[in-house]
């Protein structure tokens, strides 16, 4: 069985733990050029934020190279922030073309973000469930955390069912992504976000964690009860999760060994 076989009919999550950021980005990032070579017409859930900069990076070096193509690929990215216009140099938009879509193959039209720019919210939200949907729903979901455990944007107490809506951000995340803004900025305060029942749909689903700052969000993710206050939690439940760490996020892990073993085991046996 090849490694991708294996790992799409795995049940329990799968704790992925290496030394550093780059060798769990870039297992991230193989395990998105895994999906993309068994399938040239994959839907990619596609996040933002620093977690994912740099498997982003060995994406477009893999693109650069000749590996990979992304040219029929569909991609839904998880949330937006509502008020800035889409060429605004903060919005998801933006920081999505800056750091993969201007470097790779990607189709525009196959690209889709919240519309989060003069529209009719409610509408907006409804049109990005059923974009989804159309294209047959996503393949791979590409996630981080937040230090309180939120997912996209869905903060602490968001409905485990929820759906594509606005929602407000918890002064945790506005003061956490404060670092992109600069001083005379406007931040936002409410986004769209896919919901966490949209999340779960996907077939697969990786998250990268990286850095002590999110080791407790990341052990109340992998060892807490599955709770809406760590919106991360819900991933247990979830039949193809991996969650990749680097050693200092996985550092608050009370099974930290088994962890290693069980992935040892995972790779002699499964793969
Ligand atoms: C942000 C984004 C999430 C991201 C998370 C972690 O607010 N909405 O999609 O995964 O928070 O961000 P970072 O990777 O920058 O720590």
């Keep these: 069985m090849g490694r991708w076989q294996a790992v799409k009919t795995r049940n329990p999550m799968r704790v992925v733990i290496l030394p550093t950021e780059q060798e769990a980005s870039d297992f991230a990032a193989d395990f998105i050029e895994k999906l993309i070579i068994e399938n ?33 690929i569909i991609t839904f990215n998880l949330d937006e922030y509502i008020g800035l216009k889409p060429n605004h140099t903060k919005s998801y938009r933006h920081y999505m073309n800056q750091k993969l879509f201007d470097h790779i ?22 049109n990005y469930e059923s974009k989804i949907r159309q294209h047959g729903g996503i393949d791979l979901q590409l996630l981080g955390i937040g230090t309180n455990g939120h997912i996209g944007f869905n903060e602490p107490t968001s409905s485990l069912k929820s759906r594509t ?18 001083n005379n900025e406007v931040q936002p305060s409410i986004a769209i976000t896919m919901g966490i029942g949209t999340i779960m749909e996907a077939q697969n689903i990786i998250l990268i964690g990286l850095g002590k700052h999110k080791s407790k969000a990341v052990a109340d993710l992998i060892e807490g009860p599955v709770s809406s206050f760590c919106p991360g939690s819900v991933l247990q439940n979830h039949r193809n999760a991996v969650v990749v760490l680097d050693n200092l996020a996985a550092s608050n892990l009370k099974l930290y060994d088994y962890y290693i073993h069980t992935e040892k085991m995972y790779l002699k046996y499964m793969c």
């Excluded at 606005?166 to 670092?179: A, F, G, M, P, Y």
């Design 40 to 72: 040239e017409n994959a839907v990619l859930g596609l996040a933002t934020g620093s977690s994912v900069l740099l498997t982003y990076e060995t994406l477009i070096k893999k693109y650069q190279s000749g590996e990979m193509s992304f040219k029929n």
């Design 105 to 126: 193959d990607i189709d525009t039209k196959n690209v889709f973000i919240p519309e989060c720019f003069n529209q009719d919210y409610e509408l907006s939200c409804e």
């Design 165 to 182: 809506r606005v929602k407000t951000l918890t002064q945790n995340t506005i003061t956490n992504n404060s670092r992109f803004f600069e």
